[in-house]
């Protein structure tokens, strides 16, 4: 089962539901996924339970799985292959070194939910950068009384080369058209078992060939789950929840970037999978902050 939102094929608007299989029934009980993640966890599952007409999954129009004043953080250097590829690429090595160890793990702001992409649409790479990388990470959904509720897959689309000239250009590395992508469904926390023993799989194409394929397990991860949230809870609201993406233990060498065309595909083991096609710059983005605005996102 996973928590979707999709466009009504009745009058278009903005719908949250429960995909299982090939069917998606509506929610009865809320009209956002804003509204799911203000109710403690208990209360959570008991809207679930409430749903109403079953429809083909095929055909509809699904959306980023967050609204409202949701947000996407992200955790950085939880991974040893992370802070590897971190120091390879800096002029600052010692930083990611040292932040890979500390009490303090490093989060960072990615995307409020109308600049999030999901399965299907297009992810971004700046045009001033030319070393570009995808992150494939497990996405942790916390309600706004930081509970964890769920997880997802997320893409931290990230420009090496300029986060490697200097860490204080992390922000610009990482906010951009296209540079956050979430799978289309939340996996309900209660339905998997051990979110510390996944397998995540990341597959690049570049037209018939395949250029990339990493593989880990979320049990290389340092940090807790929980211990990630009570950090980005502690100094913050999100009275509509929150998605934080965990880091990732897949980093392609440096001889390695993404080229327009490229298909990105991830895959968490009892969560879901992701598909993005990778455009250059921020054009191909510019419908969706229309979307967004308009209230369809």
């Given at each position: 089962m996973h928590l979707v939102r999709f466009l009504s094929p009745v009058d278009g608007r903005p719908i949250p539901g429960v995909r299982t299989g090939d069917t998606v029934a509506s929610l009865q009980g809320v009209n956002t996924v804003a509204e799911l993640l203000r109710l403690p966890l208990a209360d959570l599952q008991a809207e679930v339970d409430k749903v109403g007409e079953t429809l083909p999954a095929d055909g509809l129009t699904f959306l980023p799985p967050l609204d409202g004043r949701g947000e996407v953080w992200c955790a950085g250097v939880t991974y040893e292959r992370s802070r590897g590829a971190r120091m390879e690429e800096s002029t600052e090595q010692s930083v990611y070194d040292k932040v890979y160890t500390a009490d303090r793990p490093e989060l960072f702001q990615k995307a409020p939910a109308w600049r999030v992409v999901v399965d299907g649409e297009p992810v971004g790479i700046r045009?001033?950068?030319?070393?570009?990388?995808?992150?494939?990470?497990?996405?942790?959904?916390?309600?706004?009384?930081?509970?964890?509720?769920?997880?997802?897959?997320?893409?931290?689309?990230?420009?090496?080369?300029?986060?490697?000239?200097?860490?204080?250009?992390?922000?610009?590395?990482?906010?951009?058209?296209?540079?956050?992508a979430l799978a289309s469904g939340i996996r309900p926390a209660w339905e998997v078992a051990n979110p510390k023993a996944l397998t995540v799989d990341l597959v690049i194409r570049r037209g018939d060939e395949q250029v990339f394929r990493g593989t880990t397990s979320t049990e290389k991860l340092v940090r807790d789950l929980q211990d990630l949230i009570d950090a980005l809870f502690l100094p913050n609201d999100f009275p509509d929840g929150v998605i934080l993406a965990t880091g990732t233990g897949i980093v392609p060498e440096l001889d390695f970037a993404l080229a327009a065309g490229d298909v990105i595909t991830i895959t968490i083991d009892e969560v879901g999978t992701l598909t993005n096609t990778v455009a250059t710059g921020k054009e191909p983005f510019g419908f969706l902050a229309t979307d967004n605005l308009e209230g369809t996102r």
């Amino acid at each position: 089962m996973h928590l979707v939102r999709f466009l009504s094929p009745v009058d278009g608007r903005p719908i949250p539901g429960v995909r299982t299989g090939d069917t998606v029934a509506s929610l009865q009980g809320v009209n956002t996924v804003a509204e799911l993640l203000r109710l403690p966890l208990a209360d959570l599952q008991a809207e679930v339970d409430k749903v109403g007409e079953t429809l083909p999954a095929d055909g509809l129009t699904f959306l980023p799985p967050l609204d409202g004043r949701g947000e996407v953080w992200c955790a950085g250097v939880t991974y040893e292959r992370s802070r590897g590829a971190r120091m390879e690429e800096s002029t600052e090595q010692s930083v990611y070194d040292k932040v890979y160890t500390a009490d303090r793990p490093e989060l960072f702001q990615k995307a409020p939910a109308w600049r999030v992409v999901v399965d299907g649409e297009p992810v971004g790479i700046r045009s001033d950068s030319g070393h570009d990388v995808p992150e494939p990470e497990l996405a942790v959904v916390a309600n706004s009384h930081g509970e964890i509720v769920g997880f997802t897959v997320c893409n931290d689309m990230s420009s090496r080369s300029i986060e490697g000239v200097n860490p204080l250009y992390v922000p610009q590395a990482k906010l951009f058209a296209g540079g956050c992508a979430l799978a289309s469904g939340i996996r309900p926390a209660w339905e998997v078992a051990n979110p510390k023993a996944l397998t995540v799989d990341l597959v690049i194409r570049r037209g018939d060939e395949q250029v990339f394929r990493g593989t880990t397990s979320t049990e290389k991860l340092v940090r807790d789950l929980q211990d990630l949230i009570d950090a980005l809870f502690l100094p913050n609201d999100f009275p509509d929840g929150v998605i934080l993406a965990t880091g990732t233990g897949i980093v392609p060498e440096l001889d390695f970037a993404l080229a327009a065309g490229d298909v990105i595909t991830i895959t968490i083991d009892e969560v879901g999978t992701l598909t993005n096609t990778v455009a250059t710059g921020k054009e191909p983005f510019g419908f969706l902050a229309t979307d967004n605005l308009e209230g369809t996102r």
